[in-house]
T-cell receptor, first 113, second 112 residues
């Protein structure tokens, strides 16, 4: 079963607005990753946050991790139409499962020009 | 040139046929993975390989088999295709000790 759940399932915003997507998980992690998928294409890695980190930034992306709540969020600031895509969180459990990712069902983001 | 390639990109086949999906990579990574994606869902792991002699079942391996012919090649076979195997299939690679995975462009498979 999938261990990462994402919220909302779909998000529609205007260009320039911020977009926030949330991910919850059930078991402990070594790291949590966010990926982007343009319609029907391969996934592209955006950012990785380790279990001992609380926040990471990459350009207009900001990821937070709260291991006590088993949740993470992805914030895209000043969104652009080109940010329209599906966004997935993926959990790396570590231990004997290290190297395997468990994906959430994704958030579909639509940014209107 | 793409680092992770998949062939074919699209395939339509009939129930009961044997199908092979191929994946090649030039990234030099030891780890390779096969996932399937169904509409509106995330990716589910079918099989993974941490090196040429290592093959492991993932979450949904029933009805599938794999072959790791070399570090750079990892093939997925459907021994007898059925309609509920209609999906988008992705190959991915990863480094030892690394976290991120690198995905191919996908193969859209339709089983009639």
């Amino acid at each position: 079963s999938q261990q990462g759940e994402e919220d909302p399932q779909a998000l529609s915003i205007q260009e320039g607005e911020n977009a926030t997507m949330n991910c919850s998980y059930k078991t402990s992690i070594n790291n949590l990753q966010w990926y982007r998928q343009n319609s029907g294409r391969g996934l592209v890695h955006l950012i990785l946050i380790r279990s001992n980190e609380r926040e990471k930034h990459s350009g207009r992306l900001r990821v937070t991790l709260d291991t006590s709540k088993k949740s993470s969020s992805l914030l895209i600031t000043a969104s652009r139409a080109a940010d329209t895509a599906s966004y997935f969180c993926a959990r790396n459990a570590g231990g004997t499962s290290y190297g395997k990712l468990t994906f959430g069902q994704g958030t579909i983001l639509t940014v209107h020009p | 040139d793409a680092d992770v390639t998949q062939t074919p990109r699209n395939r339509i086949t009939k129930t009961g046929k044997r199908i092979m999906l191929e994946c090649s990579q030039t990234k030099g990574h030891d780890r390779m993975y096969w996932y399937r994606q169904d509409p509106g869902l995330g990716l589910r792991l079918i099989y993974y390989s941490f090196d040429v002699k290592d093959i492991n079942k993932g979450e949904i391996s029933d009805g599938y088999s794999v072959s790791r012919q070399a570090q750079a090649k990892f093939s997925l076979s459907l021994e007898s295709a059925i309609p509920n195997q209609t999906a988008l299939y992705f190959c991915a690679t990863g480094k030892v000790g690394g976290g991120e995975q690198f995905f191919g462009p996908g193969t859209r498979l339709t089983v009639l």
